[in-house]
T-cell receptor
Framework: KQEVTQIPAALSVPEGENLVLNCSFT??????LQWFRQDPGKGLTSLLLIQSSQREQTSGRLNASLDKSSGRSTLYIAASQPGDSATYLCAVRADSGGYQKVTFGTGTKLQVIP | NAGVTQTPKFRVLKTGQSMTLLCAQD?????MYWYRQDPGMGLRLIHY???????AKGEVPDGYNVSRLKKQNFLLGLESAAPSQTSVYFCASSYGVNSPLHFGNGTRLTVT
């Protein structure tokens, strides 16, 4: 059974700092991994999708890497801003019982202090 | 382009009542999903659909039914609401299995 873990559960950093969020998964036979942000009371917003054949994806100040063999992904946020404050979730898609199941981590709640 | 739209945003039900949650997407996506999000348990898949006219069970399907009569709409029904179904419900869609998931803003349901 695929399990996705995100550590730490919460993180507080001063504005301007570069930071790394971690995601680990137990079964490396995945199709892809996706990073999301969730603002309070809102849905999930897709940030980056990394296919299993890729090593990283970049979008603006965000860079996500994938090491499938070790079951790890990191989300790097450069020059953090207060607007980056949100909960960040990772999710992996893999075969499970005949369908491509997406398993979510429980997230890292990020607070960027002005 | 509205993306994924969920209605209603909030609802309070009494035990035993029924209701339908509507999800609509305007991105021509084949795949649609219903999740529930509970504190400490993350997102869990209730039902999903891989195309118009198809539905399938996810991890926690008991007490829910779904229909996908039109490609753009995916309905989630609660037959007889129970307090354990108090949750935030999210609809999501994707073009294919290797495409990003797009989420709606959720429906907060309380069952008393």
């Amino acid at each position: 059974k695929q399990e996705v873990t995100q550590i730490p559960a919460a993180l507080s950093v001063p504005e301007g700092e570069n930071l790394v969020l971690n995601c680990s998964f137990t079964d490396s036979a995945i199709y892809n991994l996706q990073w999301f942000r969730q603002d309070p009371g809102k849905g999930l917003t897709s940030l980056l999708l990394i296919q299993s054949s890729q090593r990283e994806q970049t979008s603006g100040r965000l860079n996500a890497s994938l090491d499938k063999s070790s079951g790890r992904s990191t989300l790097y946020i450069a020059a953090s801003q207060p607007g980056d404050s949100a909960t960040y979730l990772c999710a992996v898609r893999a075969d499970s019982g005949g369908y491509q199941k997406v398993t979510f981590g429980t997230g890292t709640k990020l607070q960027v202090i002005p | 382009n509205a993306g994924v739209t969920q209605t209603p945003k909030f609802r309070v039900l009494k035990t035993g009542q029924s209701m339908t949650l509507l999800c609509a997407q305007d991105m021509n996506h084949e795949y649609m999903y219903w999740y529930r999000q509970d504190p400490g348990m993350g997102l869990r898949l209730i039902h999903y659909s891989v195309g118009e006219g198809t539905t399938a069970k996810g991890e926690v399907p008991d007490g829910y039914n779904v229909s996908r009569l039109k490609k753009q709409n995916f309905l989630l029904g609660l037959e007889s609401a129970a307090p354990s179904q108090t949750s935030v419900y999210f609809c999501a869609s994707s073009y294919g299995v290797n495409s990003p998931l797009h989420f709606g803003n959720g429906t907060r349901l309380t069952v008393t």
